[in-house]
Every structure is written in C-alpha cells, then in structure tokens.
C-alpha cells in the first residue's frame, strides 16, 4: 500500500485546512485510515481514524468538535481541520492499517504534510 498526501500549508488561527490521503496497491485489504502528526520534541499522537468496515471514527480529545474526517470511497479519506490553533502545527501523516489475513495487521505511513498555524 502507498499514501499520497496532500492540502498541508500555513494559516492563521481560526483558519481551515483540508488534508487529502489517497492509497494505491491492496487497498481492499485496507482496514483503516487516518492521520497522525507530530510536532518538534513530542512523541507522533493519534488525531483521527476511520474504519472502513461500518465508517466509525475517532478523534483525539484536543481535536473533537474542530476536525472531521470522512472517506470518500475505497482509497480516499480526508481531515477537514476547522478553527485551527497554533498547537495544531505538526507534521501530519497519513496511516493505513492494512490487515492480510496473515496475522498482525500491518501499518503503511505517508512521507508527511507540514501544517503551519500562526497566533
């Protein structure tokens, strides 16, 4: 599985941002997708998830009621980020879980998409 991200950039807070993740290669075996970020000196945090079996999410606690994430069909998903705060700047990556029947289910990760927010 590949992820191709993109939409990452600078605003000002109270700003929106879009972040689109497209898979390609097995992506019927595609359990879920999201977004992690991580900023300079923390550890990568969990912002989102969508489970493509039933379309369940969940959110980080610092994200609900602010950023929404949808999937649009079987490869796409995307984090709609609203009344964004300087906190938000990270380095947001993309995550596929990926389950082949053969185990563990595998975690496939985008290259990352700088999202910049200034006070």
């Known amino acids: 599985v590949q992820l191709v991200e993109s939409g990452g950039g600078a605003v000002k807070a109270g700003d929106s941002l879009t972040l689109s993740c497209a898979a390609s290669?097995?992506?019927?075996?595609?359990?879920?997708m999201g977004w992690y970020r991580q900023s300079p000196g923390k550890q990568r945090e969990l912002v989102a998830m969508v489970y493509m079996a039933g379309g369940s999410t969940n959110f980080a606690d610092s994200v609900k009621g602010r950023f929404t994430i949808s999937r649009n069909n079987a490869n796409t998903v995307d984090l709609q980020m609203d009344r964004l705060q300087p906190e938000d700047t990270a380095v947001y990556y993309c995550?596929?879980?990926?389950?082949?029947?053969?185990?563990?289910?595998?975690?496939?990760w985008g290259q990352g998409t700088q999202v910049t927010v200034s006070s």
């Open positions: 290669g097995s992506i019927r075996s595609i359990n879920a």
């Open positions: 995550i596929a879980v990926v389950d082949y029947g053969l185990g563990l289910p595998e975690n496939y």
